[in-house]
Structure formats: C-alpha cells, structure tokens
C-alpha cells in the first residue's frame, strides 16, 4: 500500500481539463489522507490586525504554533452530478436523487472516437465527477461501492488521457492536460494500494519534473516530493536530502499561491523533524517563509507561519524569550492576589528592546508581526508607555514599509496608536443613530463624565465591563452616564440581544462594512483595534481616557469630579 504521504499530490490535483483548473482557494485543500467514503453533512474595528481579545491574552507563540485547522477542510465546491451518459452525447442536467446507501447507476462513460477538445472537456467533467464523490455528493456510503466508483472513474480519466497525449492532432497544451491527467490518475490509483501504477507514476513525474509547462513541471515535482518522504520513512540512504532537493526545485518558480503545495511543504518538513533531520527541516520552512509568509493574502501568510512553525521546539528561542518578558512586565504591573510586585523581577526598556531586536533580526513573518502588535496594546494598557513606544518603534522601522499582510499588520498597530493619541482632548458629538431608534445627543450629557464602552453582539465578552461601569454609575448617579458605541455589521439584530442581555443604557449605532477599507469610521477615529475598549469623556464632552484593560475605572472618573 502506498503510504499517505502521495495523498496530498493526489486529491490536491484534481482538475486538468479547461472547464476545471483544479485550483485550490486560501484556507481550502482537496487533500485527503485516504479514498474512503465521507461522512455526511451534519471582527468590527479598524483594520486587518484587529482582534477581539483583551490586552493580556496576545497569542503566544505556543498557540501561533497550532496548524489551522481551516487548512485541511476538503474543497466545498463541487459540481452537481450528471445524468448516465456516454461521453459527447448532450449532457442532461438533474440526476434523480439516489436514496442514501444505494449504488447508482454508473455515470460517466467514454467513447472511443473524441476529438481532442472533447477529450479535455472530457477530463473536466471526470473531475467535478471526482470531487462529487469525494465530497459526499453522490449518494453513495457504502464503502466498497464507493471505491469501486472512484476506481471506475479514475480508470476513465487514465485512458482519457492517455489518448489526448497520443492523439496526433491534439495541440501543445492539449497533450500537457492529458499527461496532467494522466499523472493525476495515476496518483490516485498508487494512493489506493496499486503498487504497478505507483511505479509508473514515478518514473512519469521523473520524465517531467523538467517539463517547460509550469503546471506539468509543478504536479511532477509534487508527486516526487512525496515518495522522497516515502523513502525517508522507510530510512533510505540519501532520502532527507533528495527531500530538501525537491523541495528547493519546486520553489525556484514563480508559481502563484497554491495552499495544497504549502500542505506538501509542511508534510515534507514534519517527516524531516519526525526523523531528526533538523537542519533539512529548518531549511524547509525558511523556504515557506520566503515564498508564502510574505504573501499579501492574510490568510495564507497565516497559515504559513503555522505549518512553518509547527513541530519545532519554542524554548530557548527569540519569540520564546520575548514572551517571557511580556509576562513578567504584565505580571508585575498587574501581580496576581497576595503577590508582592516588589518581589516580581522587573523588565527594562532596554531589555525588551534587546530581545524585540533579537526577534526582527530573523525573517519575520505575520504570527510574529501580530504578536508584536498584541504586546504593544498589553504594555499601553498596564502603564508600559516606554516599553510600548520602542516596539512601536521596531514595527515601523522593520515591518511597516513591507507591502505584505505583515506590513499591513504593523501600519494598521501605527496609525491605531496615532489615532488613540489624537482623540485625546476631542469633543465627541457622533451624528449617529441610537440602537433603539430613541434621539441621542451627547450634548445632553454635558456636566457629566460619560463612560462609553465600545461593543458588538458578536463579541459579548466586549461588555465583561459593564458591572464596574454600572457601579460607578450607582456610586455617582448625578455626575456619571453610561452611553455604548455599538459596532455591529449591517443588518445585525442588536435590538434583540439588548432586550436579551437587558440592557438598560442607550447606545450610538455605527454600523461596520467588513468589505470596506476602514470598517468602522468610528473605531478607526479611536485607534480601537480591541474589544474591550472603553472611552471616558468629560463633562465639557471631551475624551479624556481610553482603556482596554478591562480594569476598574473609578480612579479615572474620579480624577474628572473633584
């Protein structure tokens, strides 16, 4: 039986013809470990790095860590099956529906006389067949009539393509979809035990690992990289460096993002680390670094970060060193209950900076730029100005100008601290509508200190501080009010989670655009990139505090009533 490790060069390539590319979209793969039947179905701030946790709780680089689990779901987009047929006949839409557990009537059938564009229309149409099946489409769940689909329809889509390759008036990019295809076949069989087929299958993606198509050359060099883990597994001499070898000739083409090669790569790097071939591991995941860590797409530099990352030790390491200051900054700000922080070691600017630049000094990728961003908040809100002000400092000198996701993650951390400074001293008088539909006006609130939490009912933990707001309130019932800034999308019903949660305090209503450039103009006019985020606004209507601490506030609101 072949091992799994062809499995993510089999599924992963599904698609050869021209009505199906076969391309995998970000946070999606078509891999799957085994041919076996599925089981049957059963943030609104201010910019790309905005998160919704509250300062003490930035990913460390533990959690950053985890593979995403996004990255394994198989590909939701399938074609609707087909009517029987024999191929060039009219395609007849509409199936009748199968009854669950019951073999259908076989579907796909291939005649011996196709032109060659009917041959890659052919190839197109056994791929949407495929992913049906492979998606839990076709009705089938018994697991031998599952297989023994799936092997008639791989069986179709070989000698489809083997005649393309060999049909005398097919054009250049004819033959590169059926030997496309053929590969693909053939992968698919070898993943399903056929020992003969995955023979032919390395010998054929050996003849065109070279191939001047960049998609032939691609799948071939794919398929190689897994019998090199293969041969790793079974400890043969030579295996971890024909691996990295592999690996470095796939990535000497400009090839676009593609989150199924991504998937081979980390396979190839955990089989490296799982074998103690570490230094072949590490290069392996400098590369996915370099190729995809700086991808503009967020999504996939994330995911690079954690294939990159995962299995790879954190002690001792800049990251690793780098947290524990922020923790013990964070504990001895904020010591736990019968804590002295007398007691607790303390961490100077010099020393963070140190170890902030121990970290850029490595290729940075967007894990760590978040990261760097989330201590900033965690170090503004504990009273860490100067330990906030030289990380600020290192995004914008290291990070900002890049044009990637990490870039935009350290100019959207910048212009939030720029803003969070400039609404200091502003009369806030927003021209918004209420929640309930009531006249808000902050001029009505003039002679008070106006406490305003920022919250949305996608997040209620963004109103985890109400009950300190509700007891100042209490304490100073004429010299103290409570006004919500509601961040909600269009179209939530905050309504019914007011009437739900009873809430008692009016609230603007700024609603957020997720596909808009600032999301929210309020959030982004207060830096707000956190929930919790609470605003103090003095008696003249001016921003006197922001705090995103989730702390107690009494000490602010009083400092404005003497």
């Not at 041969?231 to 295996?239: C, D, F, N, Q, V």
């Not at 736990?336 to 900076?353: N, R, S």
Request: with cysteine; glycine share 6%; proline share 6%.
């Amino acid at each position: 039986m072949i091992l799994a490790a062809l499995s993510f060069a089999t599924l992963s390539m599904v698609g050869c013809g021209r009505s199906d590319s076969g391309a995998v979209t970000p946070g999606t793969s078509t891999t799957q470990n085994d041919v076996s039947p599925p089981e049957q179905p059963q943030s609104p701030v201010s910019g790309p790095s905005a998160d919704t946790r509250p300062p003490g709780t930035s990913p460390s680089p533990s959690n950053a860590a985890s593979r995403d689990s996004s990255a394994d779901r198989v590909d939701e987009t399938v074609a609707q099956p087909q009517q029987e047929r024999t191929w060039n006949e009219p395609i007849q839409s509409g199936r009748s529906q199968t009854p669950r557990g019951v073999t259908p009537a076989p579907g796909l059938q291939l005649k011996s006389s196709l032109s060659p564009a009917q041959l890659v229309d052919f190839l197109g149409e056994v791929d949407r067949e495929l992913r049906t099946l492979i998606s839990g489409q076709s009705g089938i769940t018994d697991p031998k009539a599952f297989e023994s689909e799936v092997e008639r329809v791989v069986a179709l889509k070989k000698v489809a393509s083997e005649r393309l390759m060999d049909d005398a008036d097919a054009s250049a990019s004819d033959r590169v979809i059926g030997r496309r295809g053929f590969l693909q076949s053939l992968s698919h069989l070898a993943s399903m035990g056929d020992l003969k087929a995955a023979e032919d299958l390395q010998a054929f993606a050996e003849k065109y690992r070279a191939d001047p198509s960049p998609e032939l050359r691609s799948d071939s060099q794919l398929v190689l990289i897994g019998f090199a883990i293969e041969s790793l597994r079974h400890g043969k001499e030579g295996a971890a460096e024909r691996v990295l070898k592999l690996v470095e000739e796939l990535m000497d083409d400009e090839r676009p993002v593609d989150v199924a090669t991504l998937m081979v790569l980390g396979q190839a790097k955990d089989t490296l680390l799982q074998y103690e071939r570490s230094a072949e591991a590490a290069e392996v995941r400098r590369l996915i670094l370099e190729r995809f860590g700086s991808s503009e797409n967020a999504e996939v530099a994330r995911m690079a970060a954690m294939i990159a990352s995962s299995g790879f030790s954190q002690a001792e390491t800049a990251i690793e060193h780098l947290d524990q200051l922020r923790q013990q900054f964070v504990a001895k700000a904020r010591p736990a209950e019968g804590v002295v922080a007398e007691d607790l070691p303390a961490v100077t600017v010099e020393m963070w900076t140190k170890a902030v630049d121990a970290v850029l000094a490595q290729p940075a990728d967007l894990l760590t730029a978040e990261f760097l961003a989330g201590a900033t908040l965690e170090a503004e809100a504990v009273g860490r100005g100067d330990i906030a002000t030289a990380t600020y400092d290192a995004l914008k000198r290291e990070l900002s100008d890049r044009s990637d996701a990490v870039g935009r993650v350290a100019r959207t951390a910048l212009k939030a601290r720029e803003n969070r400074e400039n609404v200091i001293g502003e009369v806030i008088d927003p021209d918004l509508p209420s929640v309930d539909g009531r006249p808000l006006n902050m001029a009505d609130y003039r002679g008070k200190v106006v406490l305003m939490p920022f919250w949305s009912t996608a997040f209620p933990d963004s109103l985890i501080v109400l009950p300190n707001l509700l007891e100042i309130q209490e304490r100073y019932p004429d010299r103290v009010a409570i006004v919500g800034m509601n961040l909600d999308v269009v179209g939530t019903s905050v309504m019914g989670f007011v009437e739900q949660e009873k809430l008692t305090f009016p609230s603007f209503r700024s609603e957020s655009d997720p596909s808009a450039e600032i999301v929210n103009d309020v959030a982004y006019r207060f830096g707000a990139v956190t929930l919790l985020f609470v605003a103090v606004i003095d008696q003249e209507g001016k921003v006197r505090h922001l705090d995103f601490s989730g702390r107690d506030l009494t000490s602010e609101v009083e400092k404005l009533i003497r």
